[in-house]
């Protein structure tokens, strides 16, 4: 009887690893061209297929499935609380374009929630142990070590939002300082006199884009000399809580405030709430500007004036980087930045403001 040649199974036979080396390429990259995935460029999929003809490999499914654990899969990694995750729109938007995306190939989405250093850590090892093939994250904190992780152990990975304006780890975002600026261009060219912010919460770094654009704006009108005064600045958390939290603080504060930009619509509609108790009309006493353009501002009443940010295309876009960088991993090795994309922002009037 021959010999078994079964990729991993066969103890006499070829194994997959031989066949990556003899490609040049990694043991993922083989498997993805041996499984038929199109994520693949032309020449690695024939240096591949000449491998597999020239050793005489012949793949297990079975075998490579278990030695592979969870492999074609890939993981969107959320480090935030349920709550926040089922109560804004923003995650469910970008969730529907990474499956989107994801649902043209051969991959297997993992929703993982991060709530503390334990549940951090058990997700590196998980990704150490390359149990997925690639990691996207999503709501990145300035502090968070875990991009920095994966690179570390060379698990592919892009995150949504830039932890810094030096990011080196592939990141899509959207021009946060554009947006802002717009927004208070807009409230300036309403007449209002006193605009203030609620600002995300600061150690994101889309956040501090956000307040700087509020700034820049304020110091073209030639409002308040180069940066307005603190009391006009409050810092929230993108919950609705947290807007209805900062509007009252800033109602305590400057009483006399006819504007207020908010940085996330979630935010805008506690904002709403807030000056509906005080008594305050909208846009009658206090013109509200919001961002994101998500479901929250078209249900608002009145209907939000917010700052379009394309959501659910960044969740797509973040899925083909991945792919790319997948694909072209060992080409990627050691390099000290990865690929990046700044998408659009747009404002879109209604009648808030």
Do not use: K
């Amino acid at each position: 009887m021959p010999a078994a040649r079964g990729g991993d199974a066969g103890r006499s036979g070829p194994t997959l690893e031989q066949v990556a080396a003899r490609a040049g390429v990694g043991r993922g990259t083989a498997s993805r061209v041996i499984n038929g995935s199109p994520r693949v460029s032309e020449r690695t999929r024939a240096a591949v297929q000449a491998a597999v003809a020239e050793l005489g490999y012949v793949p297990n499914r079975a075998a490579r499935a278990l030695a592979a654990g969870s492999m074609d899969a890939v993981a969107l990694v959320v480090p935030e609380q349920e709550n926040r995750l089922f109560a804004e729109p923003y995650f469910s938007e970008i969730l529907r374009g990474v499956s989107t995306q994801l649902a043209e190939t051969d991959m297997q989405l993992l929703l993982t929630l991060l709530h503390d250093e334990r549940s951090r850590e058990r997700f590196t090892q998980y990704a150490a142990a390359h149990r997925v093939d690639g990691v996207l994250m999503v709501s990145v904190h300035g502090d968070d070590p875990l991009p920095d992780l994966l690179r570390e152990v060379g698990m592919p990975a892009v995150i949504s939002g830039r932890r810094s304006h030096a990011e080196h780890v592939p990141y899509v975002d959207s021009d946060n300082f554009l947006g802002a600026q717009l927004a208070v261009e807009h409230l300036i060219g309403r007449g209002r006199r006193q605009v203030a912010t609620i600002t995300g919460p600061l150690d994101m770094y889309g956040a501090r884009c956000r307040l700087d654009g509020y700034h820049e704006a304020l110091r073209a009108a030639g409002r308040q000399g180069a940066r307005p005064g603190e009391r006009l600045v409050v810092e929230g958390d993108f919950t609705e809580e947290g807007g209805h939290r900062a509007m009252c603080a800033l109602l305590e504060r400057e009483p006399g405030v006819d504007a207020v930009f908010c940085a996330s619509d979630v935010m805008a509609a506690g904002a709403r709430l807030a000056l509906r108790e005080a008594g305050r009309e909208v846009p009658g006493d206090v013109a509200l500007v919001g961002f994101d353009d998500s479901a929250v501002a078209r249900h608002m009443d009145p209907p939000l004036t917010t700052v379009r940010q394309p959501i659910e295309e960044m969740g797509r876009a973040m899925v083909r980087m991945l792919l790319e960088l997948m694909s072209h991993e060992r080409d990627r090795a050691g390099a000290e930045q990865g690929p990046y994309l700044v998408l659009p922002t747009e404002l879109v009037r209604r009648r808030s403001s």
